[in-house]
Each structure stands twice: as structure tokens, then as C-alpha cells.
């Protein structure tokens, strides 16, 4: 993961990580991973997390003082090293999973209604 991290400055408060070239699950899913690190994290500098599809954009605080680029950087390799990338993914996932079980058991009604006027 580290060996394609690119970090680049959006402004002079903020920073945009690019975890690969195009769009495809696997990045996407370093990219939600990362950001549901930070976001636990709660980082007191970092006032607001921007996800797409294969980048990150990190926004700090006006009152931050020192190196944005280190501090991701350390916050990455904290990531990396605990091994929390596959830790989130499964989270992520399940998440996503009970919320389509929670918008099923919700809609239930109006489908079985739906099918029986369909038949």
C-alpha cells in the first residue's frame, strides 16, 4: 500500500493521497479504509476527510503548525503496521452488508405488496 501512496498539496492547508491509477475495488477499498482509520483516529488537526473513488483528501486546521506531509505519513505507517487495512476492509464490508439487510427487512412490506399485486 505504501509503495503506491502519493501525496500531493490541494492548498496550503490541505493534502490529497492517491492510493493508484484508476478506478477499481481494491484501490477504493484502501482509500474507505484509510479514511475510517483517520476518522476513529480523530485527529485534533484534522478538521475534514474527503474519500473518492482512488484519493483522500485531507483537510487540516488553520491553527495546525508543523508538516502535513509527516504526520500522514506517520499516520499511514501507524495504519500499516498494525495491520488494520484488511481489519477495516472486513468492517467496511460487513457494514455494507447489514445495510442492505436493514433497507430489505424495511422494504419488505412493500415488495411482498408489489409482488402480490403483480401476480
Known amino acids: 500500500m505504501s509503495s503506491t501512496l502519493q501525496i500531493s498539496y490541494i492548498n496550503e492547508k490541505a493534502l490529497n493521497i492517491c492510493f493508484g491509477e484508476g478506478i477499481c475495488t481494491e484501490i477504493n477499498q484502501k482509500v474507505l479504509s484509510f479514511f475510517s482509520f483517520l476518522k ?3 485527529h485534533p488537526e484534522i478538521i475534514d476527510l474527503v474519500p473518492t473513488y482512488n484519493t483522500l483528501g485531507i483537510y487540516f486546521s488553520e491553527n495546525f503548525i508543523g508538516n502535513f506531509e509527516s504526520t500522514i505519513l506517520h499516520l499511514h505507517s501507524e495504519f500499516i503496521e498494525n495491520g488494520l487495512t484488511e481489519k477495516i476492509m472486513k468492517k ?4 455494507f452488508l447489514f445495510l442492505i439487510l436493514e433497507l430489505i427487512w424495511k422494504m419488505w412490506p412493500n415488495f411482498a405488496i408489489w409482488m402480490f399485486l403483480m401476480s
Open 92 to 95: 467496511n464490508y460487513l457494514r
Open 40 to 42: 476513529i483516529k480523530n
